[in-house]
């Protein structure tokens, strides 16, 4: 049976991502009766270097589950891995002496075949001495720099290459020339220490974009280097999941229509209608759930770039890179927190921000959305770790700063998140955590990282 538009949007990954929530750290569930994620066909050995390469850009995520991931790769995925892997790295804005050739039909790709044509992909720019590209054969070069790993038989070079091997072979080079030309997003990043205590604080935005990894391996070492990870909410197995699902729906037999006026409802009828959807489809939700939901379909688009968007949020990448790792994962907040704060709000205010959320969607005005403008902007400053700009950006931004749910989200959770740091510094002995929360909550003045400062501990922001 064919997916509908609803069950994709469903099975995108759990995130209400309105501009304000996308600085400010808020990850919501999808609706409770949600249909299971297909889970990816992947081998245990490629896992770890997928939980990076799939951020980069360089093959959609539908290669996952389309059946063939374990399978010989074709001629035509084969020549779009190459095409994209020569993309990302044409963004390192590396000298090029001389252009991409995309090798022609093969009736079989061989790993060495793979091999070779990935070479070629780094062939094409002039790199630093220290690289010695150009002093060993393809397969020679590639099993020195780690991109090319055998089995105990060998390398195997005339079996077929897998789509799986022939992305991950690709996701090494990219991360391996990024590496090696001191490239990759910087983020924004500060360490506060006291003692022999050490915190990495990462501001996160939780919708993300392939231009924002591979990180910067100086932020990769020190998330290696780190005890455990730090979150507001750890989405992976959590207990609290239910209590917030509940939290989203009604519970007492009423229903969306019982809680609105009757022109909100039929302006919400309007805009399922508008977006393909059943008419009843939100009717056992509350307004603050609704409101989520389709800002996250209008801000991403279709339901792929949803879900991509979601995969390459900065906190999502952390939290799996901690589980791959067997580090540990707290919580600064948790779930229920988060949930209860969102609950809270009275039923005339949620009203109102899902009738903003419907008229944005009815009277689009044409113009470049404004909101989604500001993202772009923040995600390129934050790959540059330019601080200035953007705090600057963001604390003029009214609907970041001003507005209702700017206010809820932002002033009390932050001391309660620095209180929780300052413990982790004053502890005895020595530790190193890293600790990714929405970078609003470091930016703006008189929230995490000033009161840090305010109470005597040393903090540097990394450039």
Known sequence: MKTSKWDKIKRSLASGLVASVAMLGFVIPAQANQAPV??????????????????????????????????PISTDKFQALLKATSAKLDALELKKKNTLTVPATEKVITRESVINAVYGVLD????????????????????????????????DLDKPSTVEQAVVMASRLVEYTYDAVDGGAKGLLWKATK???????????????????????????????????????????????????????????TTLKDHVSKETYAKLQQVLEKMQLPKDVFDGFKPWAVSNNLTLAGM???????????????????????????K?????????????????VPVATQEKELNDALDHILTPTGKPDESME??????????????????????????MMTTDSAKRLLGERDKN???????????????????????????????????????????????
């Not at 003692?195 to 932020?219: A, E």
């Not at 991509?308 to 906190?315: E, N, P, S, T, V």
């Not at 902007?377 to 931004?397: E, I, N």
């Open 124 to 155: 094409q720019y002039e790199l630093p001495e220290s690289m010695n590209i150009g002093t060993d054969e393809p397969i020679a070069f590639f099993q020195k720099k780690g991109i090319v790993n055998g089995t105990g038989k060998g390398l």
């Open 195 to 253: 003692g022999q205590n050490t915190l990495y604080l990462l501001g996160s935005i939780h919708v993300g974009t392939p231009d924002m990894y591979p990180m910067k391996k100086s932020v990769r070492d020190a998330f290696k280097q780190a005890d455990s990870l730090w979150v507001e909410v750890n989405l992976l197995g959590n207990k609290d999941m239910d209590y917030f699902t509940q939290s989203m729906a009604y519970a007492d037999g």
């Open 38 to 71: 297909e889970a990816p066909q992947v081998s245990s050995w490629s896992i770890s270097v997928l939980n990076e390469g799939e951020k980069y850009g360089i093959f959609p995520l539908t290669w996952y589950t389309d059946g063939t991931f374990q399978q």
């Open 374 to 399: 500001l993202l772009q902007s923040w995600q390129k400053l934050w790959v540059k770790a330019d601080l200035d700009k953007f705090k600057q950006s963001f604390t003029s931004s009214k609907e």
């Open 417 to 463: 998140m620095a209180k929780k740091l300052m413990e982790l510094l004053d502890k005895e002995g020595s530790s190193t955590h890293f600790v990714v929360v929405g970078a609003a909550h470091y930016v703006v003045q008189d929230m995490v990282v000033d009161q840090l400062k305010a109470n005597g501990y040393q903090v540097e922001f990394v450039k």
């Open 328 to 344: 540990p994962i707290h919580e600064l907040e948790g779930l229920k927190l988060q949930a209860d704060i969102f609950d809270k």
């Open 300 to 326: 991403t688009g279709a339901a792929e770039e949803m879900a991509q968007a979601a995969a390459l949020g900065i906190d999502a990448y952390f939290t799996n890179s901690a589980l791959l790792a067997g």
